[in-house]
């Protein structure tokens, strides 16, 4: 009798997209959801425990697509969540009259998808 076997196949559009972080943890420069929105942190400061035992990481981040300003509060032992952010550097090598951009990266391969808003 033969065995059958899952294959998994396509692990990368199944991974996590985020990963749980310690409010605690949190430092400043960080990517962590504010709100529900992927924010980089610019301002962490904790309070002392208080009488329900918990101390409290105050955290203020800006919004990374929109720069909008978000403040959350969590007891610094709960888990806040963070996502994977990829940054990728390019170069602008020209803007065409329609307003799409020509993009270098560091291998030398062209993007031209990219409008300039």
């Known amino acids: 009798m033969a065995e059958e076997y899952e294959t998994f196949e ?3 559009e199944t991974a996590e997209k985020t990963f749980p ?3 605690g943890e949190v430092k400043k420069g960080m990517t962590v ?3 529900g929105f992927p924010c980089k942190v610019i301002e962490v400061t904790t309070s002392k425990t ?8 105050n955290i203020t981040g800006l919004d990374i697509f929109t720069g909008k300003k978000y403040q959350d509060i ?3 032992s709960h888990n806040m ?10 170069t ?3 803007v065409a009259d329609d307003g799409f951009c020509s993009l270098m990266d560091d291998n030398g391969e062209i993007r031209e998808d990219i409008k300039i808003p």
């Open 10 to 12: 396509g692990a990368a």
């Open 92 to 94: 602008l090598t020209d």
């Open 81 to 90: 969540t963070a996502p994977f952010v990829k940054n990728l550097n390019y």
């Open 50 to 57: 208080g009488k329900h035992g918990h101390a409290k990481a």
């Open 74 to 76: 969590s007891p610094t």
């Open 33 to 35: 959801l504010l709100k």
């Open 21 to 23: 972080i310690r409010a």
